[in-house]
């Protein structure tokens, strides 16, 4: 645990600390009543109002909407179903920034409806909450479906024998086994879309923030550290109260019942309702997932001389795109693939570590360790990116002009991925063969080698393709640290964002188009290496 320990109290514990109390300090004296000060004012009280209701919304709307999706994905077996589970986790693993880009294409101004129907719904709420519905549809598919398909379906045919209805059945025996899934699914949901920065930053315009957004606005616009850092505390106390709860449902689902092979419970379609059940969930994917994605990649070929690869072509170079950058915008994509493969090798060390460790030992310290590794998914992205410009400015850890700065900061959001990935696995691993290893005279490393890595390979390759993918989209802490002459794709996309005219609309597009399948083709080739369900994600 020594290397993992170490690593969250440099990188993430001392940052977050450190900028914190920056702004609640003063002439070395704890303002505790700046904290008052700032949550009795009416503009955070509203921040604060909107981050929770929409958050709460998203998550209902996702349930609603994924549900259904997670049964078809569970029960039914039908041509192209991995393909189609694929295409579902997408939005998943892309950066919110791309997920922003992509709605604004379909739902802002000279988008997609607007030419179609003078619709717009970019700076309205309904466009965060979609938005946050394509982003998380996946969790709750994948989260709840996965479960579902090792539920036995002969307990709730038992039930039916002896006289429930349909609906009863499905209420009574097949419910509540569903339900720490479900609550977990829906936690999770609700954790990122409570901390959603890039999506409400590109749709929501001024009239809509988050906290992670308000964070943003009083570091980087106002310099207003002290609001800042009282923000930074509230929402880190709501993500520990949504973690710890998510960690008693996890555990809670891991003794739900006894499940079976996912192959057992699967079946063609029989019937209308079957059917239509099918089709409504494959247009729901249509409509939600493939839309936005195929009208992204329409507009980055649009221009007003017609459709083509001007955008492209522009990317290549730092004059075209109106002086936003010191260097071509395509210098992005290599800048971004560079620190993704050292972010995530960095990941997969530190996580591989945290997931051994919390394998071999237990305990209520050790417990207590495994919810603190998920903190970096909800706590704030621009407080740490920030804390690493005010922090690690000394020697011996002067970085603050090193590119090692951005692979740290997108690690600590794929240290999380790589244990929740790794550990059922690693628990799964009987302890009577690295004993009966031990006997025969294998050394500890030895035994680790021969036995548990050849056993673990494949959730290894899956946690590091997660780790990439989550990295390579990385943007609340990025924002601060990347230079400008070494932009990353995210980045990238948000400063073309930020100026007017249709070439940096188009380029913004462009590199969006690129980043997307850059993830894309990442998820195909995991669902092509993993062969079963194991892990969280």
């Known amino acids: 645990m020594a290397v993992p320990v170490a690593f969250f109290a440099l990188f993430f514990a001392y940052p977050v600390v450190a900028i914190v109390g920056r702004g609640l300090k003063t002439d070395g004296d704890w303002q505790f009543g700046r904290i008052g000060a700032v949550l009795s004012r009416a503009d955070i009280l509203d921040v604060l109002w909107f981050t929770t209701w929409q958050a709460l919304a998203s998550t209902a709307l996702t349930l609603l909407i994924a549900l259904p999706g997670a049964y078809v994905f569970a029960r039914f077996d039908f041509p192209g179903k ?49 938005a946050h519905v394509f982003f998380n549809y996946a969790v709750v598919v994948r989260t709840v479906g996965g479960l579902w398909s090792q539920l036995d379906p002969r307990q709730e045919e038992a039930a039916r024998v002896l006289g429930a209805g349909r609906l009863a059945a499905w209420r009574r025996v097949t419910l509540p086994a569903l339900a720490p899934a479900v609550a977990a699914a829906a936690l999770m949901v609700f954790l990122f879309t409570f901390t959603s920065f890039g999506v409400v930053q590109i749709l929501g315009g001024p009239a809509y923030s988050t906290l992670e957004v ?103 170079s730092a004059d075209a795109s109106g002086s936003t950058f010191l260097v071509p915008p395509l210098d992005a994509i290599g800048n971004s693939l560079r620190y993704a493969l050292v972010a995530t090798l960095i990941a997969l060390v530190v996580g591989g570590l945290a997931a051994a460790a919390l394998t071999r030992r237990a305990g209520r310290l050790v417990r207590g360790f495994d919810a603190l590794l998920m903190l970096p998914l909800g706590v704030s992205a621009v407080t740490v990116g920030f804390g690493f410009l005010i922090t690690l400015d000394k020697p011996p850890l002067d970085l603050r002009t090193s590119w090692i700065l951005v692979p740290l900061a997108q690690a600590l959001v794929g240290v999380p991925f790589v244990v929740r990935t790794m550990l059922p696995v690693l628990r799964a691993v009987d302890d009577r063969l690295r004993e009966a290893a031990a006997v025969l005279g294998a050394s500890p490393l030895r035994a680790w080698r021969e036995v548990d890595l050849p056993l673990v390979r494949r959730a290894v390759l899956v946690a590091a393709g997660f780790a990439f993918a989550v990295s390579l989209g990385e943007f609340g802490a990025t924002v601060f640290i990347a230079r400008p002459d070494n932009p990353t794709l995210p980045v990238a996309v948000a400063r073309l964002l930020g100026r007017s005219g249709e070439l940096n609309y188009g380029q913004a597009m462009a590199l969006s188009t690129i980043l997307m399948l850059v993830c894309a083709v990442s998820l195909l080739l995991l669902e092509r290496i993993r062969t079963d369900r194991s892990g969280e994600f």
């Open 82 to 130: 991995q393909l189609l589970r694929a295409v579902v986790t997408v939005p998943f693993v892309l950066p919110t920034v791309v997920v922003g880009t992509a709605f604004l294409a379909l739902l802002g101004r000279g988008g997609f409806l607007d030419e179609l129907w003078g619709v717009r719904l970019d700076t309205t709420v309904w466009a965060i909450l979609l």
């Open 214 to 316: 308000e964070i943003y606005r009083q570091t980087a616009q106002l310099l207003d550290l002290p609001t800042a850092a009282v923000l930074t505390l509230v929402q880190f106390a709501a993500v520990g109260g949504i973690l710890a709860v998510h960690a008693w449902t996890v555990r809670r689902r891991e003794t739900a019942l006894k499940l079976v092979d996912p192959t057992q419970t699967s079946r063609r379609p029989h019937g209308a309702g079957q059917w239509a059940l099918l089709g409504g969930v494959l247009l729901t994917v249509l409509l939600l997932i493939v839309v936005p994605l195929g009208v992204l990649v329409e507009r980055s070929l649009d221009s007003s001389g017609g459709h083509g690869l001007g955008f492209y072509r522009a990317l290549q």
